[in-house]
């Protein structure tokens, strides 16, 4: 019997890696669609960020009580994974509590640290839950914001009651385990209680040791096969940022927010016109300028929507859609990371080629009423977690309808034109800008 559950569980171990390499390899090619954008410089400054933003969790905490239940529900994430690696090893090998041998009494204390990371996980998810379902939190809920609507909303949801379920079943099965030991059941190593699991120990009176074997088995299948469909779910879901945080927000933007990336195209166009560049070559006309469809942004500008955690921290900043405007830059996010999965799912089909089908980023997804109502104030960005940057990828849709398309609002081509002949937004000559201080004297 041992052989065959060995057998059952090297093989799900190996479905599961492979479900997960197939899905990576998607997401990986789908990001490569993007332009080349280099985020190598300064690399150690790059990699005090990542362990401050991502590892740190610094701007949850701006924040405090969520930043410091989700900073519980991500320690225990990481740390309870090493108890996972011994239940994957006792699978392997068909072992049980593999640690507990050469560990000895430090055992103990090292599975009571992981039931209070359990625990800590239990409650924040609980809490969350609540705040979700029942306070209704504001910037999660579907009826304010559309974009949350179905999946969106679910999957939060769905993610919350996972966790959940295989914090209880890990609490279940040690309080099981000690139990059978007590009763000098075969197979199960002497620990002794452990810190948490021991108070629930009432649950399981009167239980026959077949009974307790049992639900002991059952428990630790379902929290490891929990693992693995987690595995394989988060790379569908908002939570693939538990791993592309880390990258994410080490090829973040070093300069400062305010300062936008000018086409170098149009740089050189301008300096030409002032006579101040020395390069007398020939300009190179992009294909396009701006971005019309995904592989018109940068590699990085698509890592950022397969980073977004759907938080809504952006939205709920932006006083476009304070105001009531169509624009919400979680919604830009997750429209741009709709376009890449509805294109990975084309690539899949065609042999990891593009095949064209006739829509459009700009568009087919994102219209052109939320980019107009855009101010640049660069809340969106201030406000992210993971350092996610919407507003680069506003300015890129809106230079294509603007520059390549040639549609701005009347009072947008107002501007340009007083830009170009005045040097300022406003209709009258430069050499009357400091008129208003004579009023001052």
Same mark, same amino acid.
């Given at each position: ?129 609540? =705040? ?6 504001? =910037? ?257 849709? =809106? ?43």
């Amino acid at each position: 019997m041992e052989i065959i559950q060995q057998i059952f569980f090297v093989v799900v171990l190996g479905i599961m890696g492979w479900l997960v390499f197939k899905r990576i390899h998607i997401i990986k090619n789908t990001i490569e669609l993007g332009k080349s954008e280099n985020r190598t410089d300064q690399p150690a400054l790059r990699f005090f960020t990542m362990l401050r933003i991502a590892f740190g969790q610094k701007k949850m905490f701006d924040r405090p009580v969520v930043g410091l239940l989700h900073f519980a529900v991500y320690a225990g994430f990481l740390l309870i994974n090493i108890e996972v690696l011994e239940i994957i090893l006792d699978g392997i090998l068909g072992q049980h509590r593999l640690f507990a041998s050469f560990l000895g009494g430090f055992y103990s204390f090292l599975i009571g640290f992981f039931e209070f990371l359990a625990i800590a996980v239990l409650v924040a998810c609980v809490i969350f839950l609540i =705040r979700r379902s029942i306070l209704k939190t504001e =910037r999660l809920q579907p009826s304010r914001h559309r974009e949350m609507n179905g999946w969106p909303a679910l999957d939060g949801k769905i993610i919350l009651l996972f966790e959940i379920v295989l914090m209880i079943a890990i609490l279940t099965m040690n309080v099981a385990d000690t139990v059978l030991q007590e009763m000098g059941s075969p197979h199960y190593v002497i620990t002794g209680d452990f810190a948490f699991s021991q108070f629930l120990k009432p649950l399981f009176t009167g239980w026959t040791e077949n009974s307790l074997v049992v639900y002991e088995r059952f428990a630790w299948w379902l929290h490891i096969l929990g693992i693995f469909a987690f595995a394989v779910y988060v790379t569908y879901s908002k939570h693939l940022h538990i791993a592309l945080a880390f990258p994410n927000t080490y090829f973040a933007r070093l300069t400062p927010k305010g300062v936008m990336n000018n086409m170098p195209e149009i740089t050189k166009e301008v300096k030409s016109m002032l006579g101040i560049d020395s390069d007398t070559g020939e300009s190179v006309v992009p294909e396009r300028f701006g971005a019309k469809d995904v592989a018109d942004l940068s590699w990085k500008n698509l890592m950022d929507a397969y980073s977004c955690t759907e938080c809504g921290r952006c939205t709920s900043a932006c006083p476009a859609n304070i105001t009531g405007k169509k624009l919400s830059p979680r919604k830009i996010m997750m429209d741009t990371r709709d376009r890449l999965e509805d294109i990975g799912r084309i690539m899949q089909a065609n042999d990891g080629k593009f095949v064209d089908d006739g829509k459009n980023l700009l568009g087919d997804y994102i219209i052109q009423e939320e980019l107009l109502a855009c101010t640049t104030c660069n809340a969106c960005v201030q406000e992210c977690p993971i350092l996610i940057n919407p507003l680069d990828i506003i300015l890129q849709l =809106r230079r294509y309808k603007v520059m390549d398309e040639a549609q701005a609002p009347g009072s947008w081509n107002a501007m340009f034109q007083n830009l170009d002949t005045n040097q300022a937004p406003w209709k009258f000559s430069p050499g009357d800008r400091l008129n208003w201080a004579d009023e001052l004297k």
